[in-house]
């Protein structure tokens, strides 16, 4: 996975974003924001959403090395929250 402009992983950046918003956010609110710290594609930055996320089962079997990523809570509104 390529570094962003600041050096981060978009993993590292996501983390970093949902801390920013105060550890809760909507992907569209994050997803801007992760945009400006990188040079991701959008398929990039939705991805690695789905593998940050604890409670998405189907992520386990697609991304199986990236358990220390998962940082996420998804919520039944379809807001994140930091786990």
């Known amino acids: 996975m390529g570094k962003g402009k600041s050096g981060k992983t978009c993993a ?3 983390r970093e974003t949902i801390v920013l918003l105060g550890n809760r956010a909507y992907a569209d609110v994050m997803f801007t924001q992760i945009k400006g710290m990188g040079n991701w594609n959008d ?10 996320v604890i409670n998405l ?9 990236k358990l220390k990523n998962r940082v996420l809570f998804l919520r039944e509104d379809g807001s994140y929250e930091l786990y």
């Open 12 to 14: 590292e950046a996501i």
């Open 43 to 52: 398929q990039t930055i939705y991805q690695q959403l789905m593998a940050c």
């Open 57 to 65: 089962p189907a992520s386990y079997g697609r991304w199986p090395g």
